[in-house]
Structure formats: C-alpha cells, structure tokens
C-alpha cells in the first residue's frame, strides 16, 4: 500500500506539472511540460548522486581514514549493509557543523550514505548506527531515486509557476485562465506541489525509521538521536541547504528547522511522532518503553563557534562557494 499511495503521489505531482504547462501554454504548453518532465526525470535518474554530493562537498571515507570516528562510522555502515543484504554503498562525509545524514543514489548499486561532521562529533557511535541505518534503510525501499525526482518536479514546478508572466505572448483573453488565472497558478501551483512533496516525504520517513530500526537493532539510538538533531538543527544552521531547499528533504530531519517561514511546507513529519513510533517498536523488541536520552536533547548546549571537529574534516566553510562547489 505504501509503495501505490507513492506511485499515485507521483503521478499526481506529474500532472500537476502538465496541468501549469496547460494554464501557461494550452495543449501545446501542457505537451512540452510532459516531456520537459521526462527529461528531468531522466536526467535525475542519471546524474542527481552526482550532483548532490558535489553540492555538499562529500568527501568519501573508508576504514584507512586516521581518525578512529570516522574508522568506526564507516566499518558500522559496512557491517548494517552486510546484515541488510544491500551492496556496499559509498560512505562519505560533509562537512556542516549541522548534525544530519542523507543517502542519495539511483539504485542500491549505486548508492552513497553520507553524515555531517556535525552528526559524527556530536552523537554518540549508537546513535550514529541508527541513523545511518535508518540511511540504508532508504537505499533498501529504494527511497532515494523517489525523493530526487519528487524533489525535481517539485522545483521545476515552482520555478515554472514564477516565470509563468512571462510566457503570457499576447492577448490574456486567449490564455486558459487570463491574467487571473495565471495570477492563481504562480501562488497555489507550488503550494499544491509542497504538499504533494510533503506526504511523499513522510511517508517514506516512517518506514525508513521502521526498517532502519530493524537493521541496526536499536529503535531507542534512532529516537535519541532524533532528538538531539532537531534541537541542534534549530541552532545550527546548513547554508548549502538553505540555498537548495528543495534538496531538504533528503536529510534524516529537516535541515531548516531554524528557519520558520521553510517549515510551512515541511517534508518531515513531527519528530515527537517518530519517537513514539520507535519507543513503540522498541517495547515490542524488547527495548523498555522510554527512549534512551528523552527530552533533555533539547537542552544541550550548543557553542556560537562550534569547536574544531574530532573527524578532522573543516568546518562549515564561512563564505558559500555556490551550489557546484
């Protein structure tokens, strides 16, 4: 059910995007936003890993590395891959004092888990497990491709809608919609797209904590950690995400909690929700009832300048180079 409620999802982000090419261009313009569509979705399903791990600057990491955190998060990811059945992925790190992970890739042949700097200094090794099986658990329903090409269509729509005035050419009369019409396609178009966005998203954020759970054996290390990325995530801000916000949704929780006018449209569901989701399957599996570090995540201290990385990789550079490095 899960895998069809997603399928129909898409379908119904990709006609609404034939529905914009509609209202700015008639038959002809729904006709070149279906295929503007194909094209992109053929392009993510190529290249989109590319692209994203050059954006966040991913560095590959493998057990030769010379400190013993990043030894340990990468023979870990082996070890959960190996449990899972999956090919080994390539493991890397990025370097954001922002604690996060993300995995991206077209297949799990293919796929790269990556953890922030911030995730590997701040967490402790269980709870680093947790979330990078929670990672492999993406790559294992094949969440990845999903996420970018919902991630894709969702942007062009939005960037479709912006520029809807200026493919107007001549009377608005003649337009489906007018002037009116198109006015309402700019505001509501890359809402409905957010939303649609959205309950892919969540959806496949509680089965990823379900499965990841399992492979790690560990429900209360993911809860934990949840919970200690939010509180950080609302402190410490991901300037590469924030230029590339749609990219968002491929984070294990949101990483522009600290931006309220990004969370209006969030793809993550409440993390209050997953912890009790995963205290849940935690009882059942014989984990006790209360996650291993409850409510007091939030009041961690969190310094102005965090301190050099024990993973020996920069910090968040200070001056953004751009999306392509």
């Known amino acids: 059910m899960n895998h069809l409620k997603t399928f129909i999802l898409l379908a119904a982000l990709t006609a609404l995007f034939a529905g914009v090419g509609y209202l700015i261009g008639g038959a002809t313009g729904m006709a070149i936003a279906l295929v503007f569509a194909g094209g992109m979705n053929l392009f993510s399903y190529w290249n989109a890993d590319k692209i994203v791990l050059k954006m966040y600057r991913a560095q590959p990491v493998d057990e030769q590395h010379p400190n013993a955190v990043v030894r340990n998060y990468v023979a870990d990811v082996r070890q959960m891959a190996r449990d899972a059945g999956l090919p080994q992925p390539q493991v890397a790190i990025i370097p954001s004092d922002q604690p996060n992970a993300f995995a991206t890739g077209r297949n799990p042949e293919r796929a790269a888990v990556c953890a922030t700097t911030g995730l590997l200094d701040m967490l402790t090794r269980e709870e680093v497990r947790g979330v990078m099986a929670h990672e492999l658990a993406h790559v294992k329903n094949r969440d990845t491709l999903i996420m970018t090409v919902t991630a894709t269509i969702a942007g062009a729509i939005a960037a479709l809608a912006n520029f809807a005035l200026f493919f107007q050419g001549g009377d608005d009369r003649e337009r489906p919609g007018g002037l009116i019409g198109t006015l309402a396609l700019m505001i509501l178009a890359p809402m409905a797209a957010g939303l649609v966005q959205m309950a892919i998203s969540r959806g496949r954020e509680y089965e990823a904590d379900r499965v990841g ?113």
């Open 213 to 325: 759970a399992e492979i790690a054996g560990d429900p209360q290390a993911l809860a934990s950690a949840l919970q200690k990325i939010e509180a950080y995530a609302k402190r410490i801000h991901n300037p590469t995400a924030e230029r590339n916000p749609a990219s968002g949704q491929m984070f294990i929780i949101n990483p522009l909690a600290g931006r309220g006018a990004d969370n209006l449209f969030s793809t993550h569901p409440s993390t209050t929700n997953r912890v009790r989701a995963l205290v849940e399957l935690g009882a059942k599996m014989g984990f006790g009832t209360t996650a291993r570090t409850p409510a007091a995540a939030p009041t961690l201290a969190v310094p102005a300048t965090p301190s050099a990385p024990v993973t020996g990789v920069p910090a968040t550079p200070v001056e953004p180079r751009g999306p392509w490095g």
